[in-house]
């Protein structure tokens, strides 16, 4: 009973800090506009001496690295989330299988960023960073088609986190604990018959 309630915390904790992640990296880059749009004295004066179209390159840069190191250190984050929650599902009594296997594909998702999407993404968006902005290159092209690729894993996984905590919040201890014993007498049964 209590290792769902866990599972929950973590979900919900997870979840959370998900969508916080997403506005942090949205409103990283709006800050470059909005610093270039309305400075301070000692930020204007600097603008002025670099130029508006390098200072506003150089503060994307930074933008990017900021956000190329928090994503890195929130998918670390994540697998360790997941793992604990996929450990608690797996010694939780009763059992409940979906659960398992919906963790199971949540840390597929998160190695498949980790370790295929995340250095992608970093190495062809550093390749970019001093780009004039909608200039097409192949690197640009490759690099969007794994930053795509990377946001729809993370919809994907979002959705499953969702449902796994609908799930908990929806379905009661009690019938999974009926649900369960139905099942081992359903299957007590059968080997019987055999």
Not at 88 to 110: D, E, N, Y
Request: aromatic residues 12%; positive net charge.
């Amino acid at each position: 009973m209590h290792n769902r309630r866990f599972a929950s915390l973590l979900l919900g904790a997870w979840i959370g800090c998900t969508l916080f992640m997403w506005m942090v990296a949205v409103q990283n880059f709006s800050s470059v506009t909005r610093v270039i749009a309305a400075p301070s004295t000692k930020a204007a004066e600097i603008i002025q001496t670099l130029g508006e179209e390098k200072a506003r390159g150089f503060l994307r840069y930074q933008v990017s690295e900021q956000n190329r190191r928090f994503f890195e250190t929130w998918e670390y984050i994540q697998l360790v989330f997941s793992l604990i929650v996929l450990l608690t599902l797996l010694f939780a009594k009763p059992r409940v299988m979906a659960a398992v296997v919906i963790s199971c594909v949540i840390l597929i998702c998160l190695l498949t960023e980790r370790f295929l999407l995340t250095p992608q993404i970093t190495q062809f968006g550093r390749s970019m960073d001093f780009m004039k902005e909608g200039v097409e290159t192949a690197e640009s092209v490759r690099f969007w088609i794994y930053h795509h690729t990377y946001s729809g894993v993370e919809i994907f996984k979002l959705c499953l986190g969702v449902a796994l905590a609908v799930r908990f919040l929806i379905v009661s201890e009690d019938e999974v604990s009926r649900r369960s014993k139905r099942s081992r007498k359903a299957t007590t049964a059968m080997s019987m018959g055999d």
